[in-house]
């Protein structure tokens, strides 16, 4: 199972899309600090995420939340500040 997620900063207004295999494990790399990029917005919650058969799928729906139409779908499901 694939996933393309969202997540939010607890403490800042930023939202992280991704795609992954292992959502939670993810999750923790994230609030560790592994990615660099994004270090100074931890930690993060998941705010929404939709499985996928394929790694494909995923990286297609990631993209797709990061266009202007994906961030307009994600308004409709995330709180955003």
């Not at 800042?12 to 795609?19: F, I, R, S, T």
């Not at 560790?32 to 995923?58: D, R």
Request: a positive charge; hydrophobic letters at 30%.
């Amino acid at each position: 199972m694939f996933y393309a997620y969202v997540l939010k900063s607890i403490n800042h207004d930023y939202l992280y899309k991704g795609h992954c295999q292992n959502l939670e494990i993810r999750l923790k790399e994230h609030n560790s600090g592994q990615t660099t990029s994004i270090k100074p917005y931890i930690p993060f919650e998941v705010a929404y995420f939709e499985e996928f058969a394929t790694k494909e799928e995923a990286v297609t729906r990631e993209k797709y939340f990061k266009s202007a139409t994906g961030r307009r779908f994600l308004k409709t499901k995330i709180h955003i500040r």
